[in-house]
């Protein structure tokens, strides 16, 4: 395999491999080794410059995710009565912005994504804001005092919606985030009674944010009329209410674990709705909060409790910085909380923390191209692929999002490592070690295949938009290898199985459709980047609307139209 037609230094994209509406950046990488490489595999790359236009005053964006395609519901204001629902007095109509400032000004129809289609279709992408955060708490007659707060956020979430969502929690996300326990829920309801325990409210409307939000339920709660609207219209209006208190709550000198664990919920919220930006806000803001919390002051409860959000916000700020391209701030040291490993129930989650833990602050400020000085060593490199590899016990017991989640993740960091050596100039033709040469994307791709082909759809879109951009990650860097060899060209490997890297491919394509913003975005990224890149592989586009795209081995068989 011949690699002398790569023009241009990585990452610099060419007119081959260059996504819709991506702005050229300058290349970072200089060397003899890599003068040959062009674009060629960075799958990330294409999400770090498109123009954002998900949330207002914001600049960060993902072409790989839902962030331009954010649905805020119809053109007309949506209003509700908070307290109809549990039989209390009707009190102020909430009113939640839907149009976009540009349409509102215009006096014309908004469609329910950001941004919306007339924006789009005008160029103005850019401008498609919707100025207002969220619903104005204060309105005639009434204050900002605890009490007041107090009392709209009760009427919000009524105590059989806390018993629904709780329940769902604890089945649906537990698993991945387990920053609850039954105990400090049971605490948690207890003081949100009286207004004192504001914070402690607080935190249970983030969480029904979160479920209503997150997990994808039929419609059982507003058929029987727990809430006025349908789960992710209320949903919305449970994080836009949130927001809207969490700027006007009173702050305390001392940090408290539930504003730690309300930050994270909104956080939570945001990146499900694909808001990139203000969910970064929001998990800078609860890394901040942790780091202050003092948890040799607090009881066993609040320790556990605290340990536990201390993991998952490193495991959710590196994966974030991987994505996006952003600084971390949460380091593994010798003052680290420990885990408790003994707990069988979170042998899932110590797992997906392994696999982040040599993704250490080195290893962000390679990945952001940040001026070292002394540069990284293969031998370094190799050492954290190790750890990466190692992360993963066979023979655990594990749920099926448990396995979906850890599966994609692992062979998601093993691009990102072969994207970092690429960059380095540490790749070669051939090699024993696979993941030392161009081809390694087939060889991931093919094991992402035959792991995941035994899970259903639901057990990935509980992960949310996350894991569909690092199977986008994959995909894309799968059509960059692809663009480079013959296509009648695989490996011994693939052979034996009886399929082609192309096979895979539409696999990966099959199943980000049916995730969080696959339909929406993603595919069509992917299908204009092999419209450029492999145009002989563009007309092979998957039919999800037809059981037999996969066949009982997971191989692909018929295929839909272009």
């Known amino acids: 395999m011949s690699f002398q037609n790569f023009e241009q230094p990585y990452p610099q994209p060419t007119s081959q491999t260059v996504l819709p509406q991506i702005q050229d950046q300058p290349s970072r990488v200089s060397g003899t080794k890599r003068a040959a490489l062009g674009s060629f595999g960075d799958p990330t790359h294409a999400r770090h410059n498109l123009t954002s236009a998900a949330s207002p005053s914001v600049s960060i964006a993902s072409s790989a995710s839902p962030a331009n395609v954010l649905p805020n519901g119809s053109a007309a204001e949506n209003q509700y009565t908070p307290g109809h629902a549990s039989g209390s007095p009707a009190a102020k109509r909430f009113q939640v912005p839907r149009a976009c400032e540009r349409c509102k000004r215009l006096r014309r129809g908004c469609s329910e994504y950001r941004p919306c289609r007339r924006c789009v279709d005008a160029g103005v992408a850019d401008q498609c804001q919707v100025t207002a955060v969220g619903p104005q708490l204060n309105g005639p007659g009434q204050g900002n005092d605890a009490q007041s707060l107090h009392q709209r956020l009760s009427d919000l979430v009524p105590a059989r919606l806390v018993d629904y969502c709780t329940q769902r929690f604890f089945d649906r996300l537990h698993p991945t985030i387990p920053i609850l326990t039954m105990e400090y829920v049971a605490r948690l309801r207890a003081a949100s009674i009286s207004p004192e325990g504001l914070e402690s409210l607080a935190v249970l409307v983030g969480m029904c944010g979160q479920v209503l939000l997150q997990t994808e339920e039929p419609e059982e709660l507003f058929q029987q009329g727990v809430i006025p609207e349908k789960n992710l219209a209320f949903g919305r209006l449970l994080l836009d209410t949130a927001i809207a208190a969490y700027q006007i709550m009173p702050r305390r000198s001392v940090v408290s674990i539930e504003m730690c664990m309300f930050s994270f919920f909104l956080y939570a919220c945001e ?22 919390f003092r948890p040799e002051e607090a009881d066993d409860t609040t320790q556990l409790v605290a340990n536990r959000l ?39 989650f110590w797992s997906l923390a392994a696999l982040f833990r040599p993704i250490d602050t080195s290893f962000i400020a390679l990945l952001n191209h940040e001026e070292l000085a002394i540069g990284p060593s293969p031998e370094s490199i190799n050492h954290i692929e190790t750890k990466v590899n190692s992360a993963l016990s066979p023979g655990l017991d594990l ?97 034996a199985m009886g399929t082609l890297p192309e096979d895979d491919l539409l696999y990966l394509r099959n199943l980000i459709r049916k995730l969080p913003g696959g339909q929406t975005m993603f595919d069509d990224l992917l299908e204009k980047h092999i419209q450029q890149s492999v145009p002989a592989l563009a007309t092979r586009r998957p039919n999800i609307s037809s059981p037999s795209t996969l066949d009982a081995r997971g191989q692909l068989g018929t295929r839909g139209g272009h």
């Open 310 to 348: 201390f993991w998952v916000l490193l495991i959710s700020e590196r994966s974030h910085a991987i994505r996006y391209r952003r600084p971390i701030t949460l380091q593994i040291t010798n003052a680290t909380p420990s885990i408790d490993a003994g707990d069988s129930s979170l042998v899932g």
């Open 399 to 495: 749920r099926d999002t448990q396995k979906a989640n850890l599966r994609v993740t692992q062979l998601w960091l093993r691009v990102i490592i072969w994207q970092l050596r690429l960059h380095l100039g540490y790749l070669v033709e051939e090699s024993y070690q696979h993941s030392l040469t161009y081809r390694y994307p087939i060889d991931v791709a093919k094991d992402l295949m035959l792991s995941t082909r035994d899970l259903s759809p639901p057990a990935f879109k509980v992960h949310g938009v996350g894991l569909t951009e690092k199977l986008f990650d994959i995909a894309s860097a799968l059509v960059d290898v692809l663009a480079r060899i013959p296509l009648n060209s695989t490996s011994p490997r693939g052979v």
């Open 271 to 292: 990146a499900v709705l694909f808001h990139h930006s203000r969910a970064f806000r929001f998990l800078r803001e609860t890394t901040t909060l942790v780091l202050l």
